[in-house]
């Protein structure tokens, strides 16, 4: 008899932990990345540093907010690197000719939005599945980077630069930008319908449809939304590096999914939040910065990735199997 109630009682402690970590996993890691990485470095919780590493992560959380939306909705973009370096230097070549900065960010998040529009295009129109889409996407959007700059950067951009090394009351713009699109993210997902039909459709497409949502407008929504995004984070990225590199962005789609995959969002559609993403964001940040005082080999760093994201992929499923028992 007392064993069996000793057997009830570690069921029931194990549910509960696995219930803790299903709803607050992302910030108990997060909180063991802080202190670890405070043991690790006396470095790592300066100030300056903190700075840097929000800094560091920005273009690519900009871009996993985009990101977040496509995968709850059940769909993924493997483009987003290579629209991002397409809108970034026909920025900068505006920038150029110009010499307006804000025209030549209007022009970058067009830019991202057009290639977005284009995805949601196929995708809703021809039933493309959002993999073989984005996959061509970002094959052709280098491509146009290389065409459009004959594989040479773009120099000379000006006062655009201040967009990714200027400071606003001592916070560096690209933070203010990418806590601004955090907002924008947020209210998107869960102040407006647009965001509700969003996990609807990630949740179950055919139950979403029944219910009166139009799905094929709401997934084009979010393909533009998310080039816009994208694009503006090319911009930043360009101006970050004071000029138009045609080989930027490369791997920057991976870096997001992850982010978002980490952070909670389920790659099967229907889960996530914008604020998961952000502790995501902050993770990989954190792993990056460390890494890099840790004067640790950038091959290393590489293989950690991709460990990383087998490990978000595994939690996802755990996590879907306890929340289909509780």
């Given at each position: 008899?007392?064993?069996?109630?000793?057997?009830?009682?570690?069921?029931?402690?194990?549910?509960?932990?696995?219930?803790?970590?299903?709803?607050?996993?992302?910030?108990?890691?997060?909180?063991?990345?802080?202190?670890?990485?405070?043991?690790?470095?006396?470095?790592?919780?300066?100030?300056?540093?903190?700075?840097?590493?929000?800094?560091?992560?920005?273009?690519?959380f900009i871009i996993a907010c985009g990101t977040t939306m496509v995968i709850i909705s059940g769909m993924i973009d493997l483009s987003s690197g290579s629209v991002a370096a397409l809108s970034g230097v026909v920025a900068t070549g505006m920038m150029v000719a110009t010499k307006s900065a804000p025209l030549a960010v209007a022009v970058g998040i067009i830019v991202g939005g057009l290639c977005g529009a284009v995805n949601g295009a196929f995708i809703t129109?021809?039933?493309?599945?959002?993999?073989?889409?984005?996959?061509?996407?970002?094959?052709?959007?280098?491509?146009?980077v290389l065409l459009y700059t004959g594989g040479i950067p773009i120099s000379g951009i000006g006062n655009l630069n201040v967009l990714g090394q200027g400071f606003i009351l001592g916070v560096p713009i690209p933070i203010i930008i990418m806590m601004i699109i955090f907002g924008i993210t947020w209210v998107l997902l869960n102040r407006?319908?647009?965001?509700?039909?969003?996990?609807?459709?990630?949740?179950?497409?055919?139950?979403?449809?029944?219910?009166?949502?139009?799905?094929?407008?709401?997934?084009?929504?979010?393909?533009?939304?998310?080039?816009?995004?994208?694009?503006?984070?090319?911009?930043?990225?360009?101006?970050?590096?004071?000029?138009?590199?045609?080989?930027a962005g490369q791997m920057y789609e991976l870096d997001a999914i992850t982010t978002v995959v980490l952070g909670g969002t389920s790659l099967s559609g229907g889960i996530g939040t914008i604020q998961g993403t952000l502790a995501g964001a902050m993770i990989i940040g954190i792993l990056n910065n460390v890494l890099n005082l840790l004067n640790v080999s950038?091959?290393?760093?590489?293989?950690?990735?991709?460990?990383?994201?087998?490990?978000?992929?595994?939690?996802?499923?755990?996590?879907?199997?306890?929340?289909?028992k509780s």
């Open positions: 008899m007392s064993d069996n109630v000793s057997k009830g009682k570690d069921r029931s402690v194990s549910r509960i932990a696995k219930e803790i970590y299903s709803k607050y996993g992302i910030l108990i890691i997060l909180v063991i990345m802080l202190v670890g990485s405070t043991l690790l470095t006396p470095v790592f919780l300066t100030q300056r540093n903190l700075i840097n590493v929000m800094r560091q992560m920005s273009v690519i129109t021809f039933k493309l599945p959002p993999f073989i889409m984005t996959l061509a996407m970002m094959i052709s959007a280098r491509g146009l407006m319908k647009f965001g509700r039909y969003i996990y609807a459709i990630g949740g179950n497409e055919e139950a979403a449809i029944a219910s009166g949502v139009s799905v094929k407008r709401v997934k084009a929504m979010t393909w533009i939304i998310n080039g816009m995004f994208v694009g503006l984070a090319g911009v930043i990225l360009m101006a970050r590096i004071n000029s138009g590199q045609p080989a950038p091959y290393y760093q590489q293989i950690l990735k991709g460990a990383i994201i087998v490990t978000a992929v595994i939690l996802d499923i755990k996590t879907k199997e306890i929340r289909a």
